[in-house]
């Protein structure tokens, strides 16, 4: 991806969603294709997909590629399904995703295609989706990711030119598609698999810095059994440099400049053309404002592109997220670059966050294949500008906090726009009584500032399952005035037994113990002890993870006194 700056207003879900049905609908009528032969999927592999004329072909029939972006790495694995069954029900028939190599290959030689990594894994349930796949290896991915996909240990060797044929550069990468190729070629098309086309490098042509580099990669790639379709991925400029023999070379872009088109048919006559990155939205920089692209400046180009006959990608269909310390940076600061946020929403179709004109309950969100949220506790974000008295009107079941940019709220004087935040806990359904129809957790309605209804939310279900806790974990320089999560290790040093936990000087909040949740604690009592059964802890090292919402004192590090039976 390359960098340049778009700002407008928050689409509505009504317009994303239009845009999302004119592409659906261009796969209906333009191309009855798939509707008309669903056996495309299951049928013996002959001839994968080709460029040899003005469509792509697979199977010597027509095909246009309808894809969308989707990054494994910014997708926590339980929802992988989920984010590719949307796409799947938005008319799209191409999944495209990157590989970073920072992540698989962490330390020199130590390589990781395990849980949140397991690329297989993911290429395989895009095809169990019907969904044909476009791999993008790199080694460089850019993706505003750290290094852009590169790992830091490179720079290690005083003399590294990376993206070159410096021997200290391919050797490494070398030794990278050594372990990834091997895992990808067996999901070819050829051989049964979803993957119809393979990325060489990604936007060289913007560095070209080496003119023997891209015939390197693709040597790298065809040499460890690379067979499908190769492609590269550049800006008009960056075409002239960016191509390499051998490969189709495709276009990425937001606003649609014919003059553009035209050139990728003087340069490729006769060969399909493809924006490999149609930019949906953009990437957010911290200190800035929130980049969006408008249904009115979308649509017409979408709608363009698809009257032209060419092939698209939607950069990005979902972003996800940067998680840990992985977010990149952009160079265009003096001293210092300026950092991609942690979020990489990118404004795209499908984000995270749910919106919603109006607040909706927990059992109402679209979480969990469309179950709902039965417990935890629920964020609320809206934006207001200015002060005043707030009203629940008995809507917040059953407890909440209230933020004002981090800070706890009750009654505030302001000016300009801000963020008015609500962390709502459910707290417990009753069990008996007469009121069991009632037992509807989060904002249940309506909440007023200053006598007039608050709208235009965006909603975190915040479920606390065993994998929420899991991921990067940072010191904290001052005692924090809002509900954080802290990291404690336990040291057992003998077999474990069953025991207490307290937590003095501590208000509310949860506890958890390698992974398990121990249950809630509130120092209002009369209970002041969490039980830790002692098949849950390890000998050895333990991790204890505390929620705290109500911050009474924190000094230092965790207290956590563990009580009876410990030895």
């Known amino acids: 991806m390359e960098h340049s700056s778009v700002l407008g207003v928050r689409l509505s879900l009504k317009q994303r969603y239009f845009l999302l049905i004119l592409i659906a609908a261009a796969v209906i009528i333009t191309y009855q294709f798939s509707r008309s032969h669903p056996e495309v999927v299951r049928m013996h592999r002959v001839e994968g997909l080709r460029a040899d004329s003005s469509q792509f072909t697979l199977e010597k029939r027509p095909l246009r590629i309808l894809g969308g972006s989707v990054h494994y790495f910014r997708v926590p694995r339980a929802y992988w399904e989920d984010r590719l069954l949307k796409m799947k029900a938005c008319g799209l028939n191409t999944l495209t995703t990157y590989v970073p190599w920072n992540l698989h290959e962490p330390e020199r030689g130590r390589f990781d295609f395990e849980d949140q990594l397991d690329l297989e894994a993911y290429l395989r349930l895009a095809a169990s989706l019907g969904l044909w796949v476009i791999l993008r290896p790199g080694p460089y991915i850019c993706a505003e990711w750290d290094l852009g996909g590169l790992p830091s240990w490179l720079l290690r060797d005083e003399k590294m030119k990376l993206r070159t044929t410096y021997s200290g550069f391919t050797d490494a990468a070398s030794s990278f598609f050594d372990q990834l190729i091997r895992r990808v070629v067996p999901l070819q098309y050829s051989q049964g698999g979803p993957i119809i086309a393979v990325q060489v490098e990604n936007e060289y042509g913007s560095y070209a810095e080496d003119d023997k580099y891209m015939p390197f990669i693709k040597e790298a790639l065809l040499s460890r059994g690379i067979t499908e379709l190769l492609l590269t991925s550049d800006n008009r400029n960056g075409l002239k440099l960016g191509a390499v023999k051998g490969a189709l070379e495709t276009l990425n872009f937001q606003k649609l400049d014919l003059d553009v088109i035209k050139y990728l048919d003087e340069i490729q006559p006769q060969k399909p053309k493809m924006v490999m990155e149609y930019w949906s939205g953009w990437f957010d920089l911290w200190g800035g404002l929130h980049h969006v692209y408008t249904s009115e400046d979308m649509i017409p180009v979408v709608t363009e592109i698809l009257k032209l006959d060419l092939s698209i990608n939607l950069y990005m269909f979902h972003g996800g997220t ?20 942690t979020s990489y929403d990118y404004d795209a179709p499908l984000s995270e966050p749910l919106k919603s004109e109006k607040p909706l309950n927990m059992e109402n969100l679209p979480v969990n294949n469309n179950n709902g949220q039965s417990y935890g506790y629920t964020l609320y974000e809206t934006t207001i500008t200015g002060g005043g008295l707030l009203n629940s009107k008995n809507n917040i079941k059953d407890r909440a906090l209230t933020f004002l940019a981090a800070h706890v709220s009750c009654i505030f004087v302001l000016k300009g726009r801000r963020t008015l935040s609500f962390l709502v806990e459910n707290c417990g359904r009753v069990n008996y009584g007469k009121t069991l129809d009632e037992q509807r957790k989060g904002l249940v309605g309506d909440i007023e500032l200053n006598a007039h209804v608050l709208r235009g939310f965006t909603i975190h279900s915040l479920e606390m399952k065993p994998s929420f806790t899991s991921g990067h974990w940072a010191s904290v320089p001052q005692r924090p005035s809002f509900p954080a999560f802290f990291l404690a290790r336990l040291y057992v ?75």
């Open 493 to 567: 040093n003998s077999s474990p037994k069953d025991t207490f936990i307290k937590l003095p000087g501590w208000s509310k909040g949860v506890v958890f113990l390698n992974g398990k949740n121990l249950g809630r604690y509130w120092s209002v009592g009369p209970q002041q002890t969490l039980y830790v059964p002692g098949p849950w802890l390890h000998r050895g090292d333990n991790q204890v993870q505390c929620l705290i919402h109500m911050v009474v004192y924190i000094c230092g590090k965790i207290k956590a006194y563990l009580l009876q039976n410990m030895k």
């Open 322 to 341: 940067n998680f840990g310390f992985m977010n990149g940076a952009l160079a265009v600061g003096i001293p210092a670059p300026k950092p991609v946020i």
